[in-house]
């Protein structure tokens, strides 16, 4: 995998976080975790901006009161803007997950696809985890990541597998006729169904995943589901 599939996409979020990181709504959530970080938070560190320097593994804090800070970060996540800190805070280690299950490899259309659909999966895993205590939150969130996603892969797999070689109807003569799955998909597609238009577009037509998202403005992740979902219905 070359260093640029993945890279636009950490610059982006990089940059994203410092427009935010040292504004005056990250040194006010700042303040409001002091209160429960039982004096863990550096007096240096004044906004989330620093809070993330300081939890690097070489921001002069030890390892149990990193691991003690990220647990508070949970629990205040319902914030957005601290949920955001812990996505930062966290990005490192998400990317490890991503590179041990290989960027999807041979699942997804490409490793920026399947990072971006990390991304979307620890975020949605921050908001269902917001405002629990969780001594372990940075290893049992990122471990419930890599079990995500590798639920996902093989999910995709098997899937992708029944889209290829689909069951087909045999005649009586043993020839495969109008019902062919080819068929019967395109026949569908001229319905208003989106998620079978999907279907037919990536199956059929040979549209990548990446391709079908970025037409319709959307992850591919979602292009995913869409199709998953009329899949299940269809097959």
Request: glycine share 8%; net charge positive; hydrophobic share 45%.
């Amino acid at each position: 995998m070359h260093r640029n599939d993945t890279t636009d996409i950490l610059r982006d979020l990089r940059d994203d976080w410092r427009r935010i990181a040292r504004a005056a709504p990250s040194r006010r959530a700042l303040e409001s975790l002091r209160a429960d970080a039982g004096g863990l938070i550096p007096e240096r560190v004044v906004d989330l901006g620093g809070l993330v320097l300081a939890l690097e593994p070489h921001g002069g804090l030890e390892r149990i009161e990193r691991a003690q800070l990220v647990a508070v970060l949970l629990l205040h996540a319902q914030d957005p803007l601290v949920r955001r800190c812990l996505l930062q805070t966290l990005l490192p280690g998400i990317v490890s997950v991503a590179r041990k299950l290989r960027f999807g490899e041979g699942i997804a259309d490409d490793p920026k696809t399947f990072l971006s659909d990390a991304l979307a999966e620890a975020t949605d895993l921050l908001c269902d985890w917001a405002g629990q205590r969780r001594p372990y939150a940075a290893p049992d969130l990122l471990g419930a990541l890599r079990c995500r996603l590798r639920r996902r892969m093989l999910a995709d797999k098997a899937r992708r597998r029944e889209l290829t070689a689909p069951p087909e109807l045999p005649h009586d003569d043993g020839e495969f006729g109008a019902e062919s799955f080819a068929h019967r998909l395109a026949t569908a597609a001229a319905s208003d169904d989106h998620g079978v238009r999907l279907l037919y577009a990536r199956c059929v037509l040979g549209y990548s995943t990446a391709q079908l998202a970025a037409g319709m403005g959307v992850s591919g992740g979602a292009v995913r589901r869409r199709m998953v979902t009329a899949a299940r219905s269809f097959l």
